[in-house]
């Protein structure tokens, strides 16, 4: 049976609204910053190779900030979830390894829809999260993706065998990614832990706990 379009939700609303706040604040500052380097390197009377390279790295960091900006906006106006969450993933993930040219290892159980919307949308965005830093840090080879829903929730790890780092960095700065993703199941009546070690890969497990309207 094919999943019906689904509508709009508080969440869906949020992300369009946090989109267009990107866009608007965001995307244009570091657009300003590339103008005013280029700016500064014409006005500059003779500026040394070291003001030029300076000059360029930091043409270069901003835009490759407004290319990651742009892509974040896209992801938050997009409405992924029409095909339904395994659909979307499944398609979503396969692009993703093709790209990293890294083999995911990965299988999908029982029905998305025990989910509302608004817990779909936290699975989405925990699985990319997840696998976009397996692609920035962790150098890995191999991934493995299972999600198994249930009549009471849905049940998802996400394995992989790159580098791995120390458990007492978990939850530091260099990796608030992992934070925002605890934080997002929790937000999603669900929970999400993290293991891993040095030269020994990471594992992501998270539960989110099927609600419903009302």
């Known amino acids: 049976m ?13 992300r369009r609204k946090l989109a267009r706040c990107l866009h608007d604040g965001l995307c244009q500052l570091l657009s300003g910053i590339c103008l005013k380097a280029e700016k ?8 040394t190779d070291d003001v030029k390279r300076e000059l ?18 896209r ?3 997009e409405s992924p979830l029409e095909g339904g969450l395994f659909t979307t993933l499944l398609r979503w993930v396969d692009q993703w390894g ?6 995911v290892d990965r299988a999908f159980s029982g ?7 608004e817990q779909q ?21 191999r991934v493995l993706l299972r ?4 009549k009471t929730g849905l049940h998802g790890r996400i394995v992989d065998d790159g580098v791995g780092f120390s458990n007492a960095s978990l939850w530091g700065r260099s990796h608030f990614g992992l934070e925002g993703m605890r934080e997002r199941a929790q937000l999603a009546g669900g929970w999400l832990s993290v293991r891993s070690r040095p030269g020994g890969g990471t594992q992501i497990s998270f539960w989110l706990r099927a609600g419903r309207e009302g």
């Open 98 to 103: 093709s790209e990293h040219h890294t083999v």
């Open 40 to 47: 500064l390197e014409r006005v500059v009377d003779q500026p």
């Open 56 to 73: 360029a790295a930091i043409q270069g960091l901003a835009r490759e900030a407004m290319v990651e900006a742009d892509r974040v906006v």
């Open 111 to 117: 029905e998305d829809r025990v989910l509302l919307t």
């Open 121 to 141: 949308l936290a699975a989405y965005d925990i699985v990319r999260e997840g696998l976009r830093n397996v692609g920035q840090h962790a150098h890995a080879q």
């Open 147 to 150: 999600l198994s829903a249930f």
């Open 75 to 77: 992801g938050l106006r």
């Open 2 to 14: 094919e999943h019906e379009r689904l509508e709009p939700t508080a969440a869906e609303e949020e």
